[in-house]
């Protein structure tokens, strides 16, 4: 049996993740804004103003859509119900790509409104891709899945938390959407190099980066979308870009929501750090080239 084949996507540039409190802003105005990630559950519930506002930004912007409870790694089977809501709105709104989180969110029908991280195993990596599977399946599409910020970790793994993003990726044929904040926190928190987490990623399948703001705690990081990108995370970000390449990228705030411009400028950070990456990168092939002509 052939596997399924899912229409590519386009690169998108430089967005935000959508916040009721930008709506007015945005219809309003022109920001410098190339597209916009939305809250999938924010917008199932059928009408409602939310919805007319997804509807008005929809028609000025590409959009995404951007789960938190698919809990693709929980024991429990995969939502049906959540899926068919999730298929429909995906209908109305067209979006460029569906992600959620590699995680598992509750059991036994309970949710936890957290996003718990998995045991990196053989068995975790075969059930996560098969619901992934499931998943595209229903919706006709290929997802991206998203590393989580952590603090903890499981006795019973026996992969780096790369090799099993990487491993759930090609297994179940999916993208990858990589939180550079993410990868920053959980690095200070568990003592590994970033950088070691960004090399062993497969550059084919990292489709979008997440760049957001955390809480240092001295002995611990927490990821609270709640402040402005941090320094290291931008310097991450820089190396995630000399590895990835021009991926689309998006800024997160969830609390001490700032006017838009004020994200726009931060934006306008992340526009510049890959311009100069890119630019590093068509001088060095300008200049191999050269040598190559004179070899």
């Known amino acids: 049996m052939n596997a399924p084949s899912y229409p590519a996507a386009r690169g998108l540039g430089f967005g935000l993740g959508l916040r009721s409190t930008h709506y007015a802003s945005i219809v309003d105005g022109s920001p410098r804004i190339d597209w916009f990630e939305a809250l999938s559950e924010n917008y199932l519930v059928p009408g409602g103003r939310p919805l007319k506002w997804l509807d008005r930004i929809r028609e000025r912007y590409p959009v995404v859509l951007h789960g938190v409870s698919m809990s693709i790694g929980s024991a429990d089977?995969?939502?049906?119900?959540?899926l068919a809501q999730l298929k429909a709105l995906a209908r109305r709104v067209e979006p460029e790509w569906i992600s959620d989180h590699l995680c598992w969110?509750?059991?036994?029908?309970?949710?936890?409104?957290?996003?718990?991280?998995?045991?990196y195993t053989e068995e975790a990596i075969r059930h996560v891709a098969r619901k992934v599977r499931q998943v595209q399946d229903v919706l006709g599409r290929r997802i991206l899945l998203e590393n989580v910020s952590s603090y903890?970790?499981?006795r019973e793994s026996t992969f780096t938390e790369w090799d099993f993003l990487a491993a759930i990726a090609e297994e179940a044929d999916c993208l990858i959407l990589l939180d550079v904040n993410n990868v920053h926190v959980s690095a200070f928190n568990h003592g590994f190099d970033p950088?070691?987490?960004l090399?062993?990623?497969p550059v084919g399948r990292v489709q979008q980066m997440h760049l957001a703001g955390h809480e240092h705690c001295g002995t611990h990081i927490i990821d609270t979308h709640d402040a402005p990108v941090a320094e290291p995370v931008w310097q991450l970000y820089e190396a995630a870009c000399r590895r990835f390449g021009p991926v689309a990228t998006m800024i997160e705030r969830?609390?001490?929501?700032?006017?838009?411009?004020?994200?726009?400028d931060e934006l306008d950070r992340?526009?510049?750090?890959?311009?100069?990456?890119?630019g590093e990168s068509v001088r060095g092939g300008a200049a191999g080239v050269a040598l190559a002509g004179h070899g």
Request: aromatic residues 6%; charged residues 25%; glycine residues 6%.
């Open 77 to 82: 089977p995969i939502d049906r119900d959540y």
């Open 105 to 119: 969110t509750g059991v036994d029908g309970g949710n936890l409104h957290d996003l718990m991280p998995l045991p």
């Open 152 to 154: 903890l970790t499981y």
């Open 195 to 197: 950088l070691d987490y």
């Open 199 to 201: 090399a062993r990623i």
């Open 254 to 264: 969830d609390d001490h929501i700032p006017a838009l411009q004020d994200l726009v």
């Open 270 to 278: 992340a526009r510049a750090i890959a311009a100069r990456v890119a």
